[in-house]
């Protein structure tokens, strides 16, 4: 059976037990690696548009970025998420509800949960592998990779590592990606659990979480709890695919069920039957599931070394030219195994100057990756596998993929063989098969090995996996290198057991065309017995005869034809002709030849054969008859009758055969042929060493211009991606950056103000419609020194100097100027920052005063009256502030206490220095004090009498007053008036 490993070295190792929710870190979340190039912008952000907050993931995104440009992703992403982003830094623990970003330059990897920088790999990079591998390695069955748009094959052999980890893998589908390389090679693994449009991942993922939380935790018991389910499952896998897996290990079958159970979001095996029987599809997915490959090329590249050191000297020491050296790569997957080792044995070849036929039989049981494995086509990402020498040398560019070159291609037979039951090959020289035994139960292995020792010359070599022992075999075998498993096979071509024997045996005569087709039922009693009778009564009544097929193969033999029919020496050769003993092998060829010509019998009389010493002689007739109707595949029946009566003829041609004569003929005919076939080839090689030495120039020019232009191409395609990533980043940012210039116009034209922004030259850069009006300025003027540009202020001489002492000095500075058509401006000079609070200019602001400043003049002008008005009254007139100060008094006011203007401003109502008591001259107590009894009140003063005592003398006066009161209402102050009282 093919060795496409029904599941991960994880699985190996827990062989037995039931997988969890655990993954090897022992994280309770699920981490995300999301693989994007060109075209991924639009996908992550459709991605994660949809994906709400949780903490059931993490994600890791991973891009292929240019080193020369700053990746604007996270300002990008950001709006469209309420996941944290972080950009990925060496040693930083992945958490749940994060999102990771790599960095240019460097490859991001996950060790134990945590991120991890490594060096950039030389020639092509593939970031979107290295790391989805080991996310693959670290988390096992906890790992989902996404490919998103994106062009050239990253990302392949990172999903097939996840898948081989039991890990999930969504791919998006070519019709929404605008680059659709990466998604159409991760799609055509065929492995892929999900191809869908970005939008729709998020709930797809969620289902498949939610759906393998229900799986682990359902009662704490497996879901396939009943043999019968499972036995039904792997039933409909046979009647399907042919092959059976019952002798599988099936703990890890179980775990491929579950698995598709819980990506269908099924919970019951029954329920799952009953999706296998309404969809043939998922029968054939589950196929796949169980044989996803564990291969790449020089898997352990170490293995591979001690290979070439130690087992190749050996196969070909003292090999013969014409002896080919044959190699069984058993489970051969999608070929990569296969053709490592064809590399290998070239490479001995051309370094020890061996010159040797090599034929490698590459084996499986699936016709998928065998028809892969055929035509030699892989992806670009294998350059992570092999060396750029062996790619150059071994390897054809051929777009974004790499193709086998014919001299290994042709080395390598590509066959469909199931291990478990059909004849293994025979005198192999090395079979490598490796992590296919550990996947089946004791008595298969057992079996397998028993081909193996059938297959293996005497001392020939076995390559296992490095998880892998010949168990009870081991007596059999000698160990060349235990830790790659190396073994040298110690015993001689050991007989195949009976009982396998007779099945194989069976199942080629099943699969004959003249056989009746298998129903997959075991052969009822009665039927074996009839055909051991019909054999019985064949062999009584018929003569000794054959049956033969169009190529003069054996397909059937008749009574006893030992004394005519003898098996050849050395490599089995079923040809009649060279079976037949020397006597009868000319009339056999001769007769056949004619038969099949004109498709009609043939008989010779009187064929001589002597016996092995050549002196007994005994005469046969040979009669050679078509079988059925011809058609395309022709059968013909030869008879050997010894002689008896003459028996009449009725058609067909009767010859006596006369063997001088005969050979004569045979031999004149054969020399014409060896004639003209002679001259034939003489004129062909004629021509094709001419066209070869013109080939071969040409092909020599066209190689060196090839591998110049594969390189440069490499470079261009890696460097074009890049490109694309960061044109795309910047498309948004410019997008987003014509939208905030948009506002900016639109919030300066609503607000009237003039605006023009100067640079550090001093010279226009941008500038408003507002801001026209004062300096003249038209589109033309963009980029002109201001001093070059008149401006319309009247009495703003200083501005060009204000400008410079703004930008040299970083301070503010406001005027209020005037311009010749009596306008009023408030011009603001102010600093033009940066992010980084760098002064890169200056921005000149034109705010229009003229109402303000029209007001203003007006309140001055009423304030000036209201003076005058104050000034001329006859009334001594005061006017205190609310804490009792006196702000205003008049002329009057000043003479009738004694003192200056300058020396009442100020002072305090309640001040001594007043000189107010009352009419006895007694101070007045600060309660009786007028403003006092206003501020108190809050009423009017009618009347109140007073002393006052300008130049000693005493004057009485009364007194009355208003409180001034605010906006609000509230005490502001008081007005006084003082009149002189006269007595009469």
């Known amino acids: 059976m093919g060795s496409n490993d029904p599941g991960s070295s994880e699985d190996i190792q827990q062989d037995g037990q039931q997988a969890g929710k655990e993954s090897k870190t022992g994280s309770s979340f699920y981490i995300v690696g999301i693989g994007a190039s060109a075209g ?29 440009y700053k990746s604007l992703m996270p300002e990008l992403l950001h709006r469209h998420t309420e996941f944290k982003i972080l950009q990925a830094e060496d040693g930083m623990q992945v958490k749940p509800g994060h999102i990771y970003l790599n960095m240019p330059k460097k490859n991001l990897i996950i060790f134990n949960g945590t991120l991890f920088f490594a060096p950039q790999e030389e020639g092509l990079n593939l970031p979107i592998d290295i790391f989805l591998r080991s996310l693959a390695e670290d988390q096992g069955e906890k790992a989902v990779g996404v490919i998103l748009s994106g062009t050239g094959t990253d990302g392949t052999r990172g999903i097939r590592a996840i898948k081989e980890a039991g890990g999930m893998v969504m791919v998006q589908d070519e019709e929404s990606a605008q680059f659709d390389g990466m998604p159409r090679s991760a799609v055509g693994t065929g492995i892929v659990d999900y191809v869908l449009s970005p939008e729709r991942m998020p709930l797809e993922l969620q289902n498949y979480t939610h759906g393998r939380y229900t799986l682990a935790f359902r009662d704490k018991q497996q879901v396939l ?12 896998i046979r009647t399907t695919t042919s092959i059976d897996f019952s002798f599988y290990k099936p703990n890890t079958i179980l775990r491929r069920i579950e698995r598709r159970m819980g990506i269908n979001q099924i919970e019951t095996a029954e329920e ?42 050996v196969i070909f020491q003292d090999r013969k030219r014409g002896d080919p050296v044959r190699v069984w790569a058993a489970g051969c997957s999608t070929g990569e195994e296969a053709y490592s080792l064809a590399i290998i044995l070239e490479e001995y070849c051309e370094e020890n100057g061996v010159h040797c036929d090599i034929k490698i039989f590459a084996t499986d049981i699936d016709k998928n990756a065998l028809d892969f494995a055929s035509y030699g086509i892989y992806p670009e990402s294998i350059v992570a596998d092999i060396s750029m020498e062996r790619l150059a040398r071994y390897f054809h560019k051929k777009g974004e993929s790499y193709q086998v070159k014919p001299q290994i291609r042709e080395k390598v037979i590509f066959a469909f063989h199931n291990i478990l039951k059909d004849p293994p090959f025979a005198r192999t020289d090395l079979i490598s098969c490796r992590n296919l035994l550990i996947y089946l139960q004791t008595p298969m292995q057992k079996r397998v090995l028993s081909n ?37 096979y110690q015993g001689s071509r050991e007989r195949l057991d009976t009982v396998e024997t007779i099945a194989t045996a069976s199942d080629a005569l099943r699969r004959m065309e003249l056989q009746r087709p298998s129903l997959g039922m075991p052969e009822p009693r009665a039927s074996k017995l009839g055909e051991s009778v019909l054999e019985d009564v064949i062999s009584a009544c018929m003569p000794p005869a054959a049956l033969v097929d169009e190529e003069r193969s054996v397909l059937h033999i008749f009574g006893d034809v030992s004394h005519v029919l003898h098996l050849p020496r050395g490599r089995m050769n079923t040809d009649i002709t060279q079976m037949a003993v020397k006597d009868l092998s000319i009339p056999l060829a001769t007769g056949l030849q004619r038969a099949m010509k004109n498709f009609a019998k043939v008989e010779y009389r009187n064929v001589v054969i002597r016996d092995k010493d050549g002196k007994e002689e005994s005469s046969l007739d040979l009669s050679i008859r078509p079988v059925g109707e011809g058609g395309e ?21 009767v010859v006596d055969y006369n063997v001088q004569e005969h050979v004569q003929k045979r031999i004149e005919d054969l020399e014409q042929e060896l004639q003209t076939t002679k001259e034939n080839l003489q004129a062909t090689v004629e021509e094709v060493e001419t066209s070869n030495e013109e080939l071969q120039a040409t092909n020599e020019e066209l190689l060196a211009a090839n591998e110049e232009l594969q390189s440069t191409n490499e470079e261009l395609q890696s460097v074009n991606e890049e490109l694309l990533t960061v044109n795309a980043e910047y498309q948004k940012k410019i997008g987003e950056l014509t939208e905030l210039n948009d506002d900016m116009d639109n919030l300066m034209a609503s607000t009237d103000i003039g605006t023009l922004f100067i640079d550090v030259d001093l010279c226009v850069r941008k500038f408003t419609q507002p801001s026209a009006k004062v300096f003249h300025l038209i589109k033309s003027d963009l980029g002109r020194p201001i001093a070059h540009i008149s401006n319309e202020f009247a009495n703003y001489d200083s501005f060009q100097k204000d400008v410079e002492e703004v930008l040299r000095r970083s301070k503010a500075k406001e005027v209020e100027a005037t311009v010749r058509d009596g306008l009023w401006y408030l011009v603001r000079i102010l600093p033009y920052r940066t992010g980084g609070k760098v002064v890169t200019g200056v921005v000149v602001t034109l705010i229009d005063i003229t109402e303000q ?29 609310a804490e009792g100060d006196i702000r205003f008094v008049n002329s009057e006011a000043e003479q009738m206490i004694g003192l200056e203007h300058s020396e009442l401003t100020g002072m305090s109502f309640f001040d001594a220095g007043l000189r107010m008591t009352d009419v006895e001259g007694k101070p007045l107590p600060d309660e009786e004090n007028p403003f006092a009894i206003i501020r108190k009140n809050g009423q009017p003063l009618l009347q109140d009498t007073v002393a006052l005592h300008p130049d000693g003398s005493i004057v009485e006066v009364d007194v009355s007053g208003k409180p001034i009161l605010g906006p609000k209402g509230e005490f502001d102050g008081a007005v006084f008036k003082f009149e002189r009282l006269t007595h009469k």
């Open 633 to 653: 595949h022709p059968r013909f029946i030869v008879i050997f009758r010894t002689r008896g009566p003459e028996e009449a003829v009725d058609d067909g041609e």
């Open 272 to 313: 799952y039957i009953r999706f296998l029987e309404e969809s043939p599809n998922e029968v054939q997915t589950l196929f796949r599931e169980i044989l996803i490959g564990v291969t790449k090329f020089f898997r352990e590249p170490d293995a591979f070394e001690v290979l070439k050191q130690k087992i190749l000297p």
């Open 225 to 236: 709890d009943s043999d019968d389910a499972v036995a039904k499952i792997l039933g409909m």
């Open 853 to 881: 400043h029209e007001a203003k003049g007006q309140i001055i002008n009423h304030n000036e009256e209201l003076t005058k008005l104050l000034e001329t009254s006859p009334a001594a007139t005061i006017m205190v502030t």
């Open 40 to 68: 991924g912008l639009e996908a992550l952000e459709s991605f994660f548009d949809n994906m709400p907050l949780s903490t059931d993931y993490a994600f890791v995104v991973v891009q292929h970025l240019s080193p020369d």
């Open 452 to 488: 193996f020792k059938f297959s293996l010359k005497s001392h020939g070599f076995l390559f296992l996996g490095s998880s892998e022992t010949v168990g009870d075999a081991s007596s059999a075998f000698s160990s060349v290198d235990v830790k790659w498993r190396l073994l040298q």
